[in-house]
């Protein structure tokens, strides 16, 4: 079956640094492009970055353009999202999202990020 399994979340300075990490399997993963979203509490779900399946283009909201990068490794079907000078505004559930045309989501159980001094 499907399977989106995120890791490397947790308590982090601001201004530090943390690198998430989504393990996939069950699917044909180089045809499709993985997102990561984020929900923090109180708000709704928003989108971060993306990565199309070949890896060959990033996206980013504008809220982390600069500090976050985004980067997959097909061959280990893995997606990962480095994290960089995180400010507390930063502090979510992080999700692992795997897309399709047409419409399919996968996604995984989320990884909370938390950004305090």
């Known amino acids: 079956q499907v399977q989106l399994v995120e890791s490397g979340g947790g308590l982090v300075q601001p201004g530090g640094s943390l690198r998430l990490s989504c393990a996939t399997s069950?699917?044909?993963?180089?045809?499709?492009?993985m997102n990561w979203y984020r929900q923090a509490p109180g708000k709704e779900r928003e989108w971060v970055a993306r990565i199309t399946g070949t890896g060959g283009t990033t996206t980013y909201a504008d809220s982390v353009k600069g500090r976050f990068t985004i980067s997959r490794d097909n061959a280990k079907n893995t997606v990962a999202l480095q994290m960089n000078s995180l400010k507390p505004e930063d502090t979510a559930v992080y999700y692992c999202?795997?897309?399709?045309?047409?419409?399919?989501?996968?996604w995984g159980q989320g990884t909370q990020v938390t950004v305090s001094s």
């Open positions: 069950g699917f044909t993963f180089s045809n499709y492009a």
């Open positions: 999202n795997a897309y399709r045309w047409p419409p399919v989501n996968y």
